[in-house]
C-alpha cells in the first residue's frame, strides 16, 4: 500500500510541474510563430495546427516537461496496480494545486479568490476519497473488458479530434475533459492488462488492454497538448482532473472490486460530486478568465 500510495505522489508532482513546463513551451513557441507570421499557429477560428502543435513539442520547457511525464507515467502504473484506483487517480489528481501555484510563479498567472476556494474544494474532496479507500480489488477481469477499454478509448478520442474541430479555440476545458477520460481509460488499461507480473512481453502485445494504453495515452497527450496551447492552464488542468479522477474510480468500484470503508459508500459519492463540482468551476473559472483577454485584445503571458 504505501509504495503504492508514494508512487501516485511521484505522479502528482511530475504531472504538476509538467503541465506548467508544456503550457510555458506551448506558449512560447506560440508567440515565436506569432513573431515570424506562422500562418497555421492560431487559426482565427480554431485550434492551431498539428504542425503548430509539433513546434510547441519540441521547446525545452515542453520537452522537460515530457521527461517528467515520463516519471509521472511509471509512477501511474505502479500505483493502479497496488492500490484501488479512486485512490491512486484522487492522489495524482492533486497535482492541480502543483500545477495552480506553480502557474502564478511561472505563468503569471492571477487566481482569484473563487479559484482558490474551489481548488480547495477539489482538494478536500479528493483527501476524503483517500481517506475513504478500502482495499484493491481482486476481481479478475474478463476478455469484454480489456476490448472494452480499447474501444472506448478510440471513440473517445474521436470525439474530442471532433471537438476541437468544431469548437477551435472555444474547446479548451473540452479538450482537458477528454484528455483526462483518456487517461482514466489508460489508468484502467494499466490495471488489467495481463503479462506484467511476471512480465511475459507476448502475453502484453496480445492483450487489446496494452493497446488501450498506447490509444489512451497518446491521444490524451496530444488533446492536452492543445488544449494548453489555446486556453487556460489552470482550467485545462481542473478539466483533466475530473475526467481522471472520476471515470477509473467507478469502473474500479463496479467492474474490478476496488473498495471503500465499509459504512461510508455515502462519504465516498459526497466526496465525488463535490471533487467533479469543484474542479469544474475551475474550469469555468479558468476559461471565463482566459477569454477576457481575448475579446479585448489585451496580449497574454507567453
Known amino acids: 500500500m504505501l509504495i503504492g500510495i508514494a508512487a501516485a505522489l511521484v505522479a502528482c508532482f511530475g504531472y504538476g510541474t509538467a503541465s506548467v513546463l508544456q503550457a510555458y513551451g506551448a506558449r512560447s513557441a506560440a508567440a515565436a510563430d506569432a513573431a515570424r507570421g506562422a500562418e497555421d499557429s492560431a487559426p482565427a477560428a480554431g485550434a492551431p495546427s498539428f504542425a503548430a ?17 515520463g516519471l509521472g507515467f511509471l509512477g501511474s502504473v505502479v500505483s493502479a496496480r497496488l492500490i484501488p484506483l479512486f485512490l491512486s487517480q484522487t492522489i495524482m489528481s492533486a497535482n492541480l494545486v502543483v500545477t495552480a501555484i506553480l502557474g502564478v510563479i511561472v505563468l503569471g498567472v492571477r487566481l ?19 481517506l475513504t479507500s478500502g482495499h484493491v480489488g481482486t476481481d479478475g477481469a474478463g476478455p469484454a473488458v480489456h476490448w472494452g477499454v480499447l474501444v472506448f478509448s478510440g471513440v473517445i478520442l474521436l470525439v474530442g479530434l471532433g471537438a476541437l474541430r468544431t469548437l ?13 477520460v483518456l487517461f482514466g481509460a489508460m489508468a484502467v488499461a494499466v ?17 487489446p488492454a496494452a493497446w488501450a494504453v498506447v490509444v489512451a495515452g497518446a491521444g490524451g497527450f496530444y488533446l492536452f497538448t492543445v488544449a494548453l496551447q489555446i486556453g487556460s492552464v489552470t482550467g485545462a488542468s481542473a478539466a483533466l482532473v475530473a475526467g481522471e479522477t ?38 469555468l473559472f479558468g476559461a471565463a478568465d482566459n477569454a477576457q483577454p481575448a475579446e479585448s485584445g489585451t496580449a497574454t503571458q507567453p
Open 246 to 283: 472520476v471515470v477509473p474510480g467507478i469502473v474500479g468500484v463496479v467492474l474490478l472490486g476496488d473498495s471503500s470503508v465499509p459504512g461510508l459508500d455515502w462519504l465516498v459519492v459526497l466526496a465525488f460530486a463535490t471533487a467533479v463540482s469543484g474542479a469544474v468551476a475551475v474550469a
Open 168 to 180: 477551435g479555440a472555444r474547446g479548451a476545458v473540452g479538450a482537458g475533459l477528454v484528455a483526462g
Open 191 to 207: 490495471r488489467v492488462v495481463d503479462g506484467v507480473d511476471p512480465l511475459r512481453p507476448t502475453v502484453v502485445l496480445a492483450d
Open 112 to 130: 482569484r479568490l473563487r479559484d482558490w476556494v474551489a481548488i480547495v474544494t477539489v482538494v478536500v474532496s479528493l483527501c476524503v476519497l483517500g
Open 53 to 69: 502543435t509539433v513546434r510547441a513539442a519540441v521547446t525545452p520547457a515542453f520537452l522537460a516537461g515530457m521527461v517528467l511525464d
